[in-house]
T-cell receptor
């Protein structure tokens, strides 16, 4: 069975540009969450989408947006890129919106470098 | 959400048992304790989860004392491939905020030959 897949794996962008990252959850999973991981730190929660609706948002500026499609895949968009947006962006899928004792499955991430 | 404190780094040798302790003094009644493992340039991977006493799976054991203010992840007979960052997370598994995982800085475990 395919796990969580993210694309692209690596990306280099220039300050001020916009970027779109993509995530396909595990088949049957309805929840997709996005995390940002800066080098040397733990992942930080950005968004959760469940059944195509935003159900949670972390402390990130409005330059960050996301959506979930009918097939439960998701996109994360970041506008007006800053150098500080350079990070590993992780997507996690789970069956339920809430924990209910179930684990979240992470993809391998997209390494974004802003120059 | 309860804050967690774990050692920044630990060293061990192949074949040894490794115990990583996490402090969570203000853990709430509905909070569960979950551990994730992360290798470089990969997403975190769920290891184990528990509420109280002891939980064991094929990978690790989790020990939680009665007051639940700390927990210990035990990795039996580590190998070089266990070199990774280990995160202790504490959170409400059923409440309004249970959808998001709160990661700290983790413990960097280095296993030496």
């Amino acid at each position: 069975d395919a796990g969580v897949t993210q694309s692209p794996t690596h990306l280099i962008k220039t300050r001020g540009q916009q970027v779109t990252l993509r995530c396909s959850p595990i088949s049957g999973h309805k929840s997709v969450s996005w995390y940002q991981q800066v080098l040397g730190q733990g992942p930080q929660f950005i968004f959760q989408y469940y059944e195509k609706e935003e159900r949670g948002r972390g402390n990130f500026p409005d330059r960050f947006s996301a959506r979930q499609f009918p097939n439960y895949s998701s996109e994360l968009n970041v506008n007006a890129l800053l150098l500080g947006d350079s990070a590993l962006y992780l997507c996690a899928s789970s069956y339920h919106r809430q924990g209910r004792g179930t684990e979240a499955f992470f993809g391998q991430g997209t390494r974004l470098t802003v120059v | 959400l309860a804050k967690t404190t774990q050692p920044i780094s630990m060293d061990s040798y192949e074949g040894q048992e490794v115990n990583i302790t996490c402090s969570h003094n203000n853990i709430a009644t509905n909070d569960y304790i979950t551990w994730y493992q992360q290798f470089p340039s990969q997403g975190p991977r769920f290891i184990i989860q528990g509420y109280k006493t002891k939980v064991t799976n094929e990978v690790a054991s989790l020990f939680i004392p009665a007051d639940r203010k700390s927990s210990t992840l035990s990795l039996p007979r580590v190998s070089l491939s266990d070199t990774a960052v280990y995160y202790c997370l504490v959170g409400d598994m059923y409440g309004d905020s249970s959808y998001k995982l709160i990661f700290g800085s983790g413990t960097r475990l280095l296993v030496r030959p």
